[in-house]
């Protein structure tokens, strides 16, 4: 009989240089084929499990778009997901036993390379081409939006007009203050205005806010603020912005029903106009962990559509005759839907509004058609839906945070021991009552931990009592506020909404005595530096593949989540701080107050640099710091850290100063910090942080310890919104060059 292949021959005693000539099969051959069987196994048995993943795999596409640098980084990207695809279904597609496999490679790959091209794709057709530099202008323009914000004394306009230099359409945004406003500016009035006008402003620091980046999607070439008066050369047409006039009334409506706080609350709940929430108690709500219920999303939406569906299905179940012949589920499901419709487009139609919407109207498909009605299919599916109309939501806070906190809400009510605990027992209501409380809490700390990363990442600060607030919040909210504000303006219509006013007024007032006795409990805020992405990434996958598989495989994300926690407790924090325009400087760590170039009282750029540097103490000007050496010019100080003393010479205006003498004073220093251009005699031992380098690389944020520079620069790449003063940027010296 024929030997079947090449058989394994004994060498004898030929040693080891024989051995090596004979050819073995690969060992690894066989435990890559067991692991890939394992792969298929598992996907075979979760069937249910695998669609919401190609959801991951989209928002993955999306997030390497803004992660990557440049157009061959992104075109790259898309070739490499198609190869990876065409691959795939080339090595596989006659192997049965590998369909599974091959299918989900092929439709993650495509995923990917899909999500890369809708945000280019997106950017290219919305993006705006920032303000070269600051100018003042006369513009002739057509208000496009307007927002109403009384509770900081003014009016903010989105403009559209003509560019002065090239004649391109351009679109401004703009604030007037509210003593100059007119009844007859409104959408669509033509008029003219002499306006200030900024380039939107880039992060102030790495970590900071980029509103660059949001007004790049939304179309905004500057901001700016009006001069003087606003002629009104056109009044708005009569019928247009019909919707817009119809929130801004019912706003006002409800406003002059309830007075205060409580009002702009209740105007919040009914039109989704925040403007007019005072500051300090916006910042209460988010301190205590209850500003999700100041956004307009799944709670508000969801507890509409269930009211519309309950009453609708109770009112025409009275109706003997038609509960007969038609499926009254249906009916109230479809109503239901209507409603929930008329809601988002009524508060503004924003990204967690509309992911609300989709979710509840496939719940109401569900239970219409008999299915089960919540399923990480239905997040799933509104995710991608939001995805691919606004793929520019992905990066921010609020698409982050509205479905971070679904998926924690469906994975934890889809988890075994919890349906258990809820199943239906023969036992008395208090009882009922106590167990529905318990996984309320419980899902109130879930939620927290979900978010509490995403919040630190992006505010840098979160309420730490959230859970046990919510706990009262959200039934106070949902099933006593919310309810009121509907019968009170269902009743006005009769005139007699007086009453379920004043109840509102109360449970409102209720709720903000709760959010300000929370926020100032000890400790109910939690302060980070800046948290690096790659951790909040590793925290991210970790919480999906918790949340998206079942059974024990889930577990696995356990470890990266835990490692993911642990890198955000230890990340260092910066130990000096520089803005773009070398203006504002902070130094950290020193008493735990932050030390202030500049010192002012309050301002955008201040509250930023005490936001990184995760300090709630009153900052002190480094020119009354004892052991800093200050002149009207500059300011030498030394800053021990990393087991060495750190010189710093930072300028303090722009005087003539006389080369020679700064030559030999930046000599003498490490690190040289100015808001002007700096003479090429200048060398400090280690950065010469002048306005030529901000300019290029933005602002800057140094870690003395470990000899790490962070740059602005550094995480925008080429993007449209990013636009380095001069050239591209350049990796900065490390300490020992």
Known sequence: MATQGTPLVPLGEAGDAARTIVRRPWRMRELLSRFADWIEHSLATSEFDRGPWLGVALATGIALWFGLVDEWQWAAAIVASLLAASAAFAIWRDRADRSLISTAVVL???????????????????????????????????ILEREDQPSEGRVRFTLAARDAATGRAVAYRVNLPLELDDDGLREGARVRLAVRLLPPAPPIVPGAYNFARRAWFEGLAATGAVVGSVEILEPPTPGEAHLVRMQRGLSLHVRSRIDGAAGAIAATLASGDRGAIPVEDEEAMRDAGLTHLLSISGLHVSAIIAAAYLLTLKALALWPWLALRVRLPLVAAGAAAMTGIGYTLLTGAEVPTIRSCIGAVLVLLALALGREPLSMRMVAVAGIGVLVLWPESLVGPSFQMSFAAVLAIVALHAAKPVREFLAPRNEGWGIRFGRKMAVLF?????????LMPIVLFHFHRAGVYGALANLIAIPLVTFVSMPLIGLALLFDLAGAGGPFWWLAGQSLDALLVLARFVANLPGAVKLASPVPIAALLFFVSGGLWLALWQGRRRVWG?????????????????????????????????GGRLLVLRQGRGGYAQESLLEIAASSAEPLALADWPDARCSDDFCALELERGGRTWRLLISRSRNLVEERALAAACEKADIVISDRYLPRACHPAWLKLDRRFLQREGGVSLYLTSGHIDTVAQSQGEHGWWRPREGPPRRPPSPNQ
């Open 442 to 450: 419980l899902t109130g700390l879930v939620i927290e931990l979900a």
């Open 558 to 590: 356990l470890a990266p989540a835990v490692i993911a926690t642990l890198w955000m407790l230890t990340a260092p924090s910066p130990d000096v701080l520089i803005s773009r325009d070398g203006r504002d400087i902070g130094i950290t760590g020193e």
């Open 108 to 142: 993650a790959s495509l995923a990917v390379a899909l999500g890369i091209a809708i945000v280019w794709s997106r950017s290219e057709i919305v993006g705006a081409e920032p303000l070269a530099t600051p100018r003042f202008e006369q513009l002739d323009a057509r």
